[in-house]
């Protein structure tokens, strides 16, 4: 397990300093927060990445605050996962839909 937790479901006026208090109650160590946000727009999209300092801080986080009431919503906490490599798509990807010039 890693010390980096994902946090979904977050209310949209949630802020860094927020997040950060929530998650070093108990004591608990917080190395980064950093939450998501929409690249048009730059609105919050909902959730966030916690960085804890241990891996003890980051099961304790977990514990203490998956499904816990913040702002009316239900938090998700949990290991976040790399994100899987994604696909190229669009035209030019080396599908291999052309086939060149042909000649007739």
Known sequence: MGT???VGNLPFDTDES???TLFQEGGRQVSEVKIITD???GRPRGF???EM???ADAEAA???LNGRDF???ALTVNEAREQ???RSGGFGGGGGGGRGRRGY
């Open 62 to 64: 977990i514990s203490a």
């Open 4 to 6: 980096r937790l994902y």
């Open 39 to 41: 690249r048009d727009t």
């Open 18 to 20: 927020q997040l950060r």
């Open 53 to 55: 300092a241990s891996q």
């Open 48 to 50: 966030a990445f916690v």
């Open 84 to 86: 899987a490599p994604r």
């Open 71 to 73: 702002g009316g919503r």
